[in-house]
């Protein structure tokens, strides 16, 4: 990590992280640096954790959603502290595979589908056309479809404190992107020449 280690925290940083130790069993992965700036990044944490437990949308379409900001980001961390629980969720292990990739996923399911479609426009594009908005909003509603878009900004900002501040795999775990080396982008094999 970019970051030293925070050896005095002052106290709003002592409360957070007993937070985050009582919440999530440790100070891991991006809630290492949101610990040094407690007001914000109580409340990002915060956040993230309702965009997780709280959302409208059910916990596999939850999963999907922080998997793709994972791969679009190239946030191997989150990629790796998520993509099991996608699986026991119910996403199917091959279209995940296929998103480690970088190829088209080619999910099954049409809510993964048009989510998918929709997060990644979104996140590539900064922009989400007429006819995905609506196959969206029609397969979702307005309540998900906001906390589809909450969530996205979320893991986005997750994803850049990750990659930022160069927040480690842990040891002897091999990424899982094969166009990512570290915190750059290597040549994929396959990519035209």
Request: with cysteine.
């Amino acid at each position: 990590m970019r970051l030293s280690p925070l050896r005095d925290m002052n106290p709003a940083q002592a409360r957070l992280r007993d937070r985050l130790v009582q919440r999530r069993g440790g100070v891991h992965g991006p809630f290492q640096v949101l610990v040094r700036s407690p007001g914000p990044g109580g409340r990002l944490e915060e956040l993230s954790t309702s965009c997780m437990r709280d959302s409208a949308l059910p916990p596999r379409l939850r999963e999907l959603t922080l998997l793709t900001v994972a791969r679009r980001l190239d946030a191997q961390h989150s990629w790796l502290a998520h993509v099991d629980k996608g699986r026991e969720a119910g996403l199917d292990p091959a279209a995940l595979d296929r998103l480690a990739h970088g190829r088209e996923p080619g999910f099954t399911r049409h809510d993964e589908r048009v989510l998918h479609r929709f997060a990644d426009q979104a996140l590539a594009e900064h922009f989400v056309d007429d006819v995905t908005y609506e196959a969206a909003l029609a397969e979702f509603g307005e309540e998900c479809l906001v906390d589809l878009v909450i969530a996205l900004g979320t893991f986005t900002s997750l994803a850049l404190i990750l990659n930022t501040f160069q927040v480690d795999l842990e040891p002897d775990t091999a990424p899982p992107f094969p166009d990512v080396a570290g915190f750059h982008r290597v040549p994929r094999e396959d990519a035209p020449s």
